[in-house]
């Protein structure tokens, strides 16, 4: 009698097997998440706010000092400031140039040429040269480049009288703003960049060209709209919720190679300052944190959802 | 030819400009030619962007010392030598180093096609208490820049044990650096290299599997476990694949646990060929940075041919496995 009431008691329901079984499948994902994310994070702010000492046999020993770290990375480190502020900069700027230019390639790599296979595949390849070691030869050879072209408009410009600076000064005598034109050719002086940190985003918003169901181009033409609004009224909005996710690749994979980093693994690993290292991470993460949740929520204000 | 004759040929001239449909027609023809035009340019510059500097980095791989200096020649060597190639290829200590490197990615790629496929099922066809708030967690692990948890994770892997029982047993803990076993243990807990991505990549791709064939497996007396091994996992073959192009990839060319885990430069080719300018500078005792230059641009090509075969030969489901897997969904 009273076996019976504990095997009942013990006795699981379909739903709770099953969600056994579930959670058995993400168990190794669970782990690792936390031991290596939630303790990290835990840790990384304990050592931001402590001195760190690295003790002889490898360990370590942290001593609470408050926010020094946080007030030294920001008031009184000699760089950290201008790097993290350059960097949001060339991020903020890049992003809305990186969306529109990935999705016009992606619209040109859509349509039907002699090709385009070919195209493809040279587009992509900025995917495979992303480490570092190749990086920074590439840069180089892109000096060479820039240079070699550099030389040639002055040669150029010294033959028959075509002087790029003469252009500017006519774009600001029509009127434009200087902040404007500062952005055109700072975003001229960095295409190469900008064309390789594009290229993921371009796969990304050609599949979702790819997914729009032909009828509703169909539909339109046969109700007589032209080129223009067909773009506006069914290709944007199709591919809008694409702009989100790239918008947000951008920005991770942007910060991920940018110099912030760099300082950072250079304080903790060539100085051994764990604790300013930390702050500085802590820092710039929320930073970037901040402006992934006000770029979203902008965004997703306007975007469209089929379903 | 008399004027009446020049008259009707006028009248036939001006009725063909007048007719719509041709003029139409032309127009349309002239619009389409101008816009393969611009598209035509836009194209090749563009591709130009992407390839010159990768053109100009195999070419300079052929260059003798003497083409360096000589202002006259562009691009095309005028002693091509494989002098360069030589040297790279004894400095990088080509063929051990790519075979680590090799054995490294993928069985790496394996675990991780085993282990993300494995959570995004887990994510896609069970119901359990705070599902939304750890798939939430995964998309934060795609999101968290790496190196906010680089020192504690490089602390942990220089003391490593678990749970005191290994300090108990020898003393001391284990220090892991300079070896590759903490990624290998990073990738089985899945949050290897950009594990979030691809553990979202396999869940909207199982999402799009009927339910159906699970339980035509169950009703033929199949276990959970043996549905996900023998029927789901084969059924995921496209994302798998798309997730093994972009794991290759990626952890071919991975730096930062590269360096942060300090691996042996001899186990990794891409970490070995950030140190390669400074070996020749101090081994072949070339000071002339233009010229060892040559050698690391001969090395930069031994290293990314391997990945671009690679690539060559998968690129297909590269983009389509994008397509299918439903990144877009």
């Not at chain 1, 539909?219 to 702009?243: H, N, Q, R």
């Not at chain 2, 993300?116 to 099922?121: N, P, T």
């Not at chain 2, 906010?148 to 290994?166: A, E, K, N, S, T």
Request: hydrophobic residues 50%; contains cysteine.
């Amino acid at each position: 009698m009273n076996k019976s009431i504990k095997k009942r008691k013990i006795r699981l329901t379909l739903r709770q097997k099953k969600a056994i079984t579930g959670f058995m499948f993400i168990l190794p994902w669970f782990t690792g998440f936390m031991v290596y994310y939630v303790r990290s994070l835990v840790l990384n702010i304990r050592f931001s706010l402590s001195k760190v000492e690295i003790l002889q046999t490898g360990g370590y020993q942290a001593t609470y000092t408050g926010l020094a770290n946080y007030r030294f990375a920001l008031l009184e480190h000699a760089r950290f400031n201008q790097v993290l502020v350059d960097s949001l900069r060339d991020i903020l700027i890049d992003i809305p140039f990186i969306i529109f230019f990935s999705l016009f390639m992606a619209i040109l790599l859509n349509s039907r040429f002699k090709g385009r296979a070919l195209v493809r595949v040279i587009f992509f390849l900025p995917i495979l040269m992303g480490s570092g070691a190749v990086l920074r030869s590439l840069e180089l050879a892109t000096q060479n480049i820039i240079g070699g072209a550099s030389a040639m408009i002055e040669e150029l410009s010294t033959g028959t009288q075509i002087n790029i600076g003469f252009f500017l000064d006519v774009m600001e005598e029509l009127g434009l703003p200087t902040a404007l034109v500062d952005y055109i050719t700072g975003l001229v002086s960095r295409i190469f960049e900008i064309v390789r940190a594009s290229s993921v985003q371009i796969i990304i918003f050609l599949a979702a060209l790819q997914s729009i169901p032909n009828s509703l181009y169909e539909c339109a033409k046969i109700e007589g709209a032209t080129g223009y609004e067909t773009f506006w009224k069914i290709t944007f909005p199709m591919v809008s919720p694409l702009i989100l996710t790239n918008v947000v690749y951008t920005i991770v994979d942007f910060f991920v190679n940018s110099e912030v980093v760099d300082l950072a693994y250079e304080v903790a690993f060539t100085n051994y300052n764990y604790g300013l290292s930390a702050a500085m991470s802590t820092i710039s993460t929320a930073v970037i944190c901040l402006i992934l949740v006000i770029v979203s929520a902008l965004i997703t204000k306007r975007t469209f959802y089929y379903n | 030819m008399n004027i009446r004759n020049a008259r009707v040929y006028y009248r036939k001239i001006i009725e063909k400009v007048n007719d719509v449909t041709f003029r139409s027609r032309t127009v349309n023809r002239l619009k389409s030619l101008l816009l393969g035009i611009f598209k035509f340019v836009i194209i090749v510059g563009m591709s130009y962007i992407i390839l010159g500097p990768v053109i100009n980095i195999v070419c300079n791989a052929f260059f003798s010392p003497s083409d360096v200096y000589n202002p006259s020649v562009f691009m095309i060597p005028l002693n091509p030598t494989l002098e360069n190639f030589r040297r790279a290829f004894v400095r990088l200590d080509y063929w051990s180093t790519l075979g680590y490197t090799m054995i490294y990615i993928i069985s790496l790629t394996l675990i991780q096609i085993l282990i993300c496929s494995m959570v995004g099922y887990g994510f896609s066809r069970f119901d359990f208490p705070f599902k939304k708030l750890l798939f939430g967690c995964v998309i934060v692990t795609i999101v968290l820049p790496a190196h906010v948890i680089m020192l504690p994770i490089y602390q942990h892997f220089r003391m490593w044990d678990v749970f005191g029982i290994i300090r108990s047993i020898r003393g001391e803990p284990i220090n892991l650096l300079s070896q590759q076993t903490p990624m290998y243990l990073m990738t089985i807990l899945g949050t290897g290299l950009r594990s979030g991505l691809y553990i979202y990549i396999f869940r909207q791709f199982f999402r799009g599997l009927p339910k159906e064939i699970e339980e035509a497996a169950l009703i033929d007396g199949a276990g959970t476990w043996h549905t996900y091994f023998r029927i789901m996992l084969r059924n995921a073959m496209p994302a798998a694949i798309s997730v093994a192009v972009f794991s290759m990839v990626w952890q071919y060319n991975d730096m930062f646990y590269a360096r942060l885990f300090s691996i042996p430069t001899s186990k990794n080719l891409t970490f070995r060929l950030s140190t390669i300018q400074a070996t020749i500078e101090f081994v072949d005792q070339i000071k002339d940075p233009m010229i060892s230059q040559l050698a690391v641009y001969a090395g930069i090509t031994l290293v990314l041919l391997p990945i671009l075969i690679i690539y060559f030969v998968l690129q297909k489901y590269f983009v389509e496995g994008i397509e299918r897997s439903g990144i877009v969904g």
